[in-house]
């Protein structure tokens, strides 16, 4: 019979951001305890709240299945001396195993022969085990910030008030600290300040929501959702969709209700991304706006309580509201008094990096990039990308940002407008920041993309410049983002130049900073590009699709990604398997290739003339195709030519004993290679 293990740690408001990580770490740690016991479970949920971390496991054994253990000892040269007799590293093994040495074992590996020992290891009961294993996971739970409280030695994110630990309905004896676990849990703070006895996890929720507490963490996510909407269609408008908010005060609340307050007339002067802002980050509040967008006067409020009267609580939050927006038109009126233009010199006493200068150098070395970007792709635009690239900074010295950082790049292009600059090159204003996560908007003008190409671009080969290169999980300079970033705009617009050589362009602006060699620096760069290339193309299409594109040239971002969606339509083809096997019999053949010219007087074979024919043929059709962009088309024409290299194979020997026929077929396959190298390597193509 299986059975239930049911764990509640109870404490003061732990952050919000915390939860959900340690909710994560809760099951991950419990999948490797269990294991790591052999005790086998049909199902684990964690669930969560401020002021509690909740874990159920499903269908435990009663008792932990008997196991035959084998240790390994000392290789069997190091544990017997010539003659025979044990030495000190057999007999040391034997004791430590507790049996002689005459009960050791000799047994085979891939390293050879070695002493082993098995022993038969009886189950313990379960609830054993969990009494030893859940202090050791309670105390290990990962926070970014953690904390002892009196004169504990114990540490957790907030001070720790009860512990329930069930299996089977039983308590599980343990204490963390000096709180001692039970069955006893806790209601609500303020609406039910009350302790109550659970007996297992469904009676554990009953009782919960009977003490005003919705532990399961999705129904108080859905709750929010539901009542917000509903509270925004009251005031006649529709709530602005936050999903990060949302997950936010999902971890805010136990007993979540919403509340509609109204934002003073007054204040709606002030761009609506800092009034959103403001409420989003200080307050905690979701906005409201009609169907265009348009922000209305209120906001909603998630109390933690059901309030016996609303219109206090609404009073409350308005008075606190009003303060905060108060400092945000006081910013707002007080940065139009100095222009833009003037900002941008302010920046030179901004530091952007140490080993790379200020804001302003960085801001001088992306405009030139954005300009060059822009003489080759849209020369008619160049005018207001220098605009643009040199005003874009500007706002990180005003007031506005300074106070809420988020709407760097939204006041830029505000004060722009109030300004009179040209919409197009306000807007680019705020567009060079986007995508600012992943699946973001993206610059919807090539002025905003040149502009945000070449501030991320030269962001990445700054740092790799000076040695800053993301390692592992850690990038402090979000290069990774950027570089995903420049890969999706160049993309989504279609943009057609060489990645090497505007990479080889920004380095040129960082040669006096530079401290690693130029060589080095140009390669690791492409290379990062090939990699975020590769992780985020992978995910819309097949991985050996991707490869044998990107091998075959990834100078041309937007080339590289025309090819593989080609390559990945021809995929469908009926005839793909048989096609691509003789496709890649050619590329194995040749490998490198053979730099010579065909020459069809050296044919011995009827064959050989045939598939020459049909490759001069197919040659023309594929050149004019990939010259145009035609992938699809030209893969067809390759196609068309299966027959004849069928055909060859089947007729003749291409390593030939005559040196200069086994040559020419290679060459002649050589130019086959080549012709199907301009789309993709089909040799890394899987069948």
């Not at 919705?214 to 005031?235: C, F, L, N, P």
Request: net charge negative.
């Amino acid at each position: 019979m299986s059975r239930e293990l049911l764990l509640e740690i109870g404490a003061e408001e732990i952050p919000a951001g915390f939860v959900p990580k340690a909710l994560s770490a809760m099951e991950e740690m419990i999948r490797k305890e269990l294991a790591a016991a052999r005790l086998e479970f049909s199902g684990i949920r964690t669930l969560g709240t401020p002021r509690r971390l909740t874990l159920v496991v499903q269908g435990l054994p009663a008792l932990q299945p008997d196991a035959e253990i084998t240790a390994m000892g000392p290789s069997k040269k190091a544990a017997f001396d010539a003659e025979g007799k044990p030495t000190k590293a057999a007999e040391g093994f034997a004791r430590g195993q507790g049996v002689t040495v005459a009960e050791l074992q000799v047994v085979d590996t891939d390293k050879g022969e070695y002493l082993a020992v098995t022993k038969k290891e009886s189950g313990r009961p379960t609830h054993e085990l969990l009494a030893e294993l859940l202090p050791r996971l309670i105390a290990t739970i990962p926070f970014k910030k953690s904390m002892r409280w009196a004169d504990l030695d114990v540490r957790f994110a907030r001070p720790v008030h009860w512990i329930v630990a069930l299996f089977d309905g039983s308590v599980i004896p343990f204490a963390f600290g000096p709180i001692q676990s039970g069955n006893i849990s806790r209601g609500h703070r303020f609406m039910a300040n009350q302790t109550f006895p659970v007996r297992d996890f469904a009676h554990y929720q009953e009782e919960c929501e009977r003490h005003f507490v919705i532990v399961d963490q999705e129904r108080r996510k859905e709750t929010i959702r539901r009542e917000t909407h509903r509270a925004a269609k009251g005031t006649g408008g529709q709530l602005l969709p936050d999903e990060a908010l949302l997950d936010e005060v999902t971890y805010l609340v136990e007993y979540p209700s919403a509340i509609v307050g109204t934002i003073p007339a007054e204040f709606l002067v002030v761009p609506k991304e800092v009034l959103i802002t403001s409420m989003r980050s200080h307050q905690r509040y979701f906005s409201v706006v009609d169907e265009q967008g348009k922000l209305l006067p209120y906001f909603i409020t998630i109390p933690n309580t059901v309030a016996e009267d609303p219109s206090v609580v609404v009073k409350g939050n308005e008075r606190v509201l009003r303060a905060r927006l108060s400092d945000a038109r006081f910013f707002f009126e007080e940065d139009q008094k100095v222009k833009l233009a003037t900002r941008v010199e302010s920046l030179k006493s901004v530091i952007y990096q140490q080993k790379l200068g200020t804001s302003y150098e960085k801001m001088e070395r992306f405009r030139r990039l954005a300009g060059s970007l822009a003489r080759q792709l849209n020369p008619a635009v160049v005018g207001k990308v220098h605009e643009a690239a040199y005003l874009c900074k500007a706002d990180l010295v005003s007031g506005m940002v300074g106070e809420f950082p988020e709407v760097q790049g939204i006041m830029g292009r505000e004060y722009a407008l109030l300004e009179g600059i040209d919409p197009e090159v306000a807007n680019a204003i705020a567009e060079h920041y986007l995508p600012t996560q992943a699946g973001g908007d993206l610059p919807a003008s090539d002025v905003g993309a040149f502009v945000s190409i070449a501030d991320k671009l030269d962001s990445i080969c700054g740092c790799f410049s000076v040695g800053l290169i993301p390692t592992g999980s850690a990038d402090p300079y979000a290069l990774r983002r950027a570089a995903i970033g420049i890969i999706n705009i160049v993309l989504d617009r279609g943009y057609r130049f060489s990645l090497s050589a505007f990479v080889t362009e920004a380095l040129q602006s960082l040669a006096t900073r530079m401290t690693r060699k130029y060589e080095e620096v140009h390669g690791d760069i492409i290379e990062f590009f090939r990699g975020r290339f590769i992780n985020l193309l992978a995910e819309q299409y097949p991985a050996d699709v991707v490869d044998a594109a990107v091998a075959a040239g990834f100078d041309d971002l937007a080339d590289v990604a025309a090819r593989i969606t080609a390559l990945s339509t021809f995929r469908l083809r009926d005839d793909y398997q048989s096609l691509t096997a003789a496709f890649k019999r050619v590329c194995n053949i040749v490998k490198d290739g053979v730099d010579a010219p065909v020459l069809p007087d050296k044919f011995q074979d009827e064959a050989e003339h045939t598939l020459y024919k049909a490759f001069q043929e197919a040659k023309v059709k594929v050149d004019a195709e990939t010259g145009k962009g035609a992938y699809l088309e030209a893969l067809t024409e390759i196609a068309a030519i299966k027959w004849a290299i069928d055909g060859f194979f089947d007729a003749v020997m291409v390593m030939a004993d005559d040196q200069d026929v086994r040559g020419n077929r290679l060459a002649l396959l050589t130019a086959i290679n080549r012709l199907f190298g301009k789309i993709a390597d089909f040799s890394r193509l899987s069948a």
